[in-house]
């Protein structure tokens, strides 16, 4: 584009020498949801996601590597459900809302943690009772957190941060915005992942310390 901010290719693709710095803008700015590691902005992974999905469950064990790898990094975690698919995703955004509201970014990821695990009892017949051990697994109160959860205010937090992934191109879940750079965060070998992670920072001009290298792999034993 004459700009020389985007690229028009089958579809509308950011563009020019920095082309993510307008969603990193929008996602420091207006990514509010609970948060862990560094407290600085300079390195922010953001993650949308649907308690419901299962990839979303099999991401949990990179994401935590990549906190463990990256402690400076500041992570958001942005709800997303996928209500077209997900029957119980949207309820669950709204008692791990409320879990966060309640008891902050702390029971949050207790509860989130519990939940993902327990990800098989989001049905219809059982997501209410699911809620209810996860809640007190985190230490909240079940009957405080749902009258929360049916509360406008817990309807509209979730609407607010499905919008934001919307504005900045998600379209499937679990999405990583790595400054501003969406990535399946499923999917992607983690090595390769690491390699992301750290051109981004140098095209930010982030310092980062450099990730821990993978395991060697063990040599086969000789045959005699």
């Known amino acids: 584009m004459p700009d020389g901010k985007y690229l028009v290719a089958d579809s509308l693709l950011p563009f020019g020498a920095k082309p993510f710095q307008s969603y990193r803008e ?12 560094g407290a600085s902005k300079a390195m922010e992974f953001v993650v949308f996601s649907d308690f419901e999905c299962p990839h979303c469950k099999d ?31 949207f309820k669950a955004s709204t008692h791990a809302y409320c879990v ?10 207790k509860f989130s943690d519990a939940l993902f695990d ?8 059982t997501s209410d009772q699911t809620l209810k051990d996860v809640e007190i697994k985190a230490g909240q109160d079940p009957a405080k957190i749902a009258a929360c959860a049916a509360t406008p205010a817990a309807k509209e937090a979730i609407d607010a ?33 690491q390699k992301i992670i750290e051109f981004q920072a140098q095209l930010d001009g982030v310092p980062l310390p450099p990730a821990p290298p993978a395991p060697a792999e063990k040599p086969a034993p000789s045959l005699r």
Request: net charge negative; no cysteine.
């Open 100 to 109: 966060a509201k309640t008891g902050g970014n702390d029971a949050f990821f």
């Open 118 to 125: 327990a990800q098989a009892g989001l049905t219809p017949a």
């Open 161 to 193: 941060s499905v919008a934001l992934g919307d504005k900045v191109g998600v379209n499937a879940t679990p999405t990583i915005f790595v400054n501003g750079r969406g990535l399946p965060l499923v999917g992607i070998p983690y090595p390769m992942m």
């Open 59 to 89: 991401a949990q064990p990179i994401v935590a590597k990549l906190l463990a790898d990256y402690p400076s990094a500041h992570f958001v975690y942005q709800d997303f459900p996928l209500t077209h698919i997900h029957t119980e995703a």
């Open 26 to 37: 929008t996602l420091q700015a207006e990514a509010n949801g609970p948060s862990k590691g």
